[in-house]
């Protein structure tokens, strides 16, 4: 089940990078979202948790991240963020994001994916 969540989030990393390319930053935000729900999803998974929204998976990743040490503040602020951004982009009036912010999401967004990998991958060799 982990494996399906980080092969999702890749999927969606390589559509946001495509749409980046292509200028279409609204499209590249989301799927960079999505990229970063899929890799948390896996995480929270293979701790035993379940959650059933998308506001789950933020609180638990926040709560999370506190309790194990694992991931900082400002890992779980950026994920908040990205969550903010999705939402705004695809549910709010007159939105945009320049070529300049989008680049420097997709960069922060590929480092937190491998985080989260590094994450999962050291704690199922122990």
Not at 93 to 113: G, Y
Request: aromatic share 18%.
């Amino acid at each position: 089940m982990v494996d399906y969540y980080l092969q999702r989030g890749e999927i969606a990393f390589k559509e946001a990078e495509i749409l980046a390319q292509h200028t279409y930053f609204l499209g590249c935000v989301n799927r960079l979202y999505y990229a970063a729900f899929y890799h948390v999803s896996g995480y929270l998974i293979l701790n035993g948790f379940s959650p059933k929204s998308h506001k789950g998976v933020v609180k638990l990743f926040n709560r999370e991240t506190i309790k194990d040490n694992l991931f900082t503040k400002e890992d779980a602020r950026f994920f908040h963020a990205l969550f903010e951004w999705r939402q705004e982009g695809d549910y709010g009036d007159f939105i945009t994001f320049n070529q300049q912010e989008v680049l420097e999401l997709v960069l922060q967004t590929k480092a937190f994916m491998h985080k989260i990998r590094k994450v999962i991958f050291h704690d199922n060799a122990r």
